[in-house]
């Protein structure tokens, strides 16, 4: 869950490779080049949704449409790190969109010192969004993309989400389950939860091959939910691949203070292999 930032936590994973952390320390990591990248055009962008105007960033291939990607950011919102990692989707072959999920709030950066910023001043603006406002902006948000002349509406959109993201991208699979065709959670918050309206309890509304990337910390503190997300896809005949990763939660954006790069690029990996196999 995103409350796992705290001070011991953090101590824990450091001291596991502390070398790394400390030489990539107050700046953004560098994520590996893409073998073959195309080139790429990018733009901030603004979306008219149902409570007001969304700021996002789009970027995608300059040599034609390409199948549109929604990537939901953690806690600390869109801000450099994120765009880093759509800009090098992009280079794989997506069109991209990173919205600003605290739009209503303020608009991006909302955190000062992103990935690095501490917890507690910024879990406010995830407390103040609701499961409405989840639907309904992921609505607006896939009309958008396929509003855009850069993707490609033949084929299937994808959408992630990292940390709160996670619950957020299998929502938006809820209102376009016949375009949306591929989900990937990293390190996702509150995936399985008591609540009706549980992430896991709403796959079975979706027609999406779906990708679960857990941090061995949330497993730690939830061992069920792994296996609850396992029958929730196996119950709706959805393919999936739910695994447990050797690092902490939040392992993925290359500006946090628990970023592993291995591990990330692990992550990476799988992420190009979804979609290659459900956006096709």
């Known amino acids: 869950m995103c409350d796992l930032h705290d001070q011991e936590e953090l101590k824990k994973y450091k001291r596991r490779d502390f070398a790394v952390w400390a030489a990539s320390a107050g700046m953004l990591a560098a994520l590996p080049a893409v073998a073959n990248a195309v080139a790429v055009a990018e733009r901030d962008v603004s979306i008219a949704t149902a409570d007001g105007s969304c700021d996002a960033y789009f970027v995608a291939p300059t040599s034609g449409p390409a199948p549109g990607v ?46 690095k910023t501490p917890i507690a001043e910024v879990m406010p603006l995830m407390q103040a969004l609701t499961p409405a406002m989840h639907l309904s902006d992921g609505k607006s948000f896939v009309a958008w993309l396929d509003a855009q002349p850069e993707v490609d509406k033949k084929r299937k959109l994808g959408t992630t989400g990292y940390c709160m993201g996670g619950p957020i991208a299998v929502r938006t699979a809820t209102v376009a389950p016949g375009r949306v065709g591929a989900v990937a959670t990293f390190h996702g918050a509150a995936m399985v939860t008591p609540a009706p309206d549980s992430p896991h309890r709403l796959v079975a509304q979706t027609q999406a091959r779906y990708l679960i990337a857990v941090a061995e910390n949330d497993d730690k503190k939830d061992p069920e939910a792994k296996l609850a997300l396992r029958a929730a896809f196996d119950g709706a005949k959805l393919q999936s691949e739910v695994e447990v990763y050797p690092a902490a939660h939040g392992w993925c954006p290359p500006d946090t203070q628990v970023y592993d790069a291995a591990q990330s690029e692990r992550a990476w990996s799988r992420l190009l292999d979804t979609f290659g196999k459900a956006l096709a």
């Open 70 to 115: 929604l990537i939901w950011p953690d806690v600390f919102g869109l801000r450099p790190a994120f765009r880093q990692m759509a800009r090098r989707l992009a280079e794989s072959g997506y069109s991209v969109l990173v919205v600003n999920p605290f739009y209503r709030q303020m608009k991006a950066p909302t955190a000062a010192q992103g990935g």
